[in-house]
């Protein structure tokens, strides 16, 4: 399960990503939309352990990305 929790992630005076929140679960298929711009690789970036988020919370199977990035990745590996 991946769960996205009110995450925000700005880069200056860009706020790439402001409060999103989703979850999906075992079996569900997610589809990420949105123009050029909108934050979806940033989103992607933080739920894998490559970027932290300025605010908010993802967990990986109930592992909190920001906490134990090693385990996520080992997971998604």
Do not use: W, Y
């Not at 909108?38 to 490559?50: D, E, R, V």
């Not at 967990?59 to 906490?67: E, K």
Request: proline share 4%; hydrophobic share 45%; glycine share 12%.
């Amino acid at each position: 399960m991946i769960e996205i929790l009110s995450i925000s992630k700005r880069f200056g005076e860009v706020q790439a990503v402001d409060h999103v929140s989703f979850t999906v679960r075992r079996g569900e298929v997610f589809g990420l939309l949105g123009p050029n711009g909108a934050g979806k690789t940033t989103i992607i970036k933080m739920a894998t352990a490559l970027s932290r988020p300025d605010a908010g919370l993802c967990r990986l199977h109930g592992i909190d990305v920001a906490q134990n990035p090693l385990a996520v990745k080992k997971l998604m590996g």
